[in-house]
């Protein structure tokens, strides 16, 4: 069993529209989940970190986490074309796991 | 500040050769993590450091491999007799212990080819 899943793509959304990202993981105690953004042919971006349940925004991400159902998501609010990109969720506190990455394309 | 640095960017190989990549982490950060990254796959770790300790290593990390930190500064990663499945991205990151717990900023990575 893979210690972070991720929903599989690609994710095709429209301009404007709202781009919802999921990850599961199985590490009970993890405490640290991140969302990094990659573009095609570079390296990972961090874009949102989150440590508590609930929601965390910044500008127009939010990151989601329910620790109980080891569940983390991402949604990308008015999707920009520069957002076509693969997003890859990882978890733990030094020893980053990641997912497999989901390749989201916003069309214009 | 500037970023994590890593260099070659891009190293062709042949076969049974050695390479060595080196990484320079964001100049207060004290720890550093090696990661491999394939087509289609997330990264996967290889080893970090404290400083200069090298504190966990991954069992991907195979003993043609060795990695190091020398005074607690720069890194090198260093694959002996490369093979074929050696070819990937290696990614080096650096985190501040005790800032925003363990956020790790990546460079931009070194693709190896091995022919």
């Known amino acids: 069993q893979k210690e972070v899943e991720q929903n599989s793509g690609p994710l095709s959304v429209p301009e404007g529209a709202i781009a919802s990202l999921n990850c599961t993981y199985s590490?009970?105690?993890?405490?640290?989940f991140f969302w990094y953004r990659q573009y095609s042919g570079k390296s990972p971006e961090l874009i949102m970190s989150i440590y508590s349940n609930g929601d965390k925004e910044d500008g127009r991400f939010t990151a989601q986490l329910n620790k109980a159902s080891q569940y983390v998501s991402l949604l990308i609010r008015d999707s920009q074309p520069s957002d076509s990109a693969t997003y890859l969720c990882a978890v733990n506190d030094y020893k980053l796991s990641f997912g497999a990455g989901t390749t989201v394309t916003v069309r214009a | 500040d500037t970023g994590v640095s890593q260099d070659p960017r891009h190293k062709i190989t042949k076969r049974g050769q050695n390479v060595t990549f080196r990484c320079d982490p964001i100049s207060e950060h004290n720890r550093l993590y090696w990661y491999r990254q394939t087509l289609g796959q997330g990264p996967e770790f290889l080893t970090y450091f404290q400083n200069e300790a090298q504190l966990e290593k991954s069992r991907l990390l195979s003993d043609r491999f060795s990695a190091e930190r020398p005074k607690g500064s720069f890194s090198t990663l260093e694959i002996q007799r490369t093979e074929q499945g050696d070819s990937a991205m290696y990614l080096c990151?650096?985190?501040?212990?005790?800032?925003?717990?363990?956020?790790?900023?990546f460079g931009p990575g070194t693709r190896l080819t091995v022919t």
């Open positions: 590490d009970r105690g993890s405490q640290s």
């Open positions: 990151a650096s985190s501040l212990e005790g800032q925003g717990p363990y956020e790790q900023y």
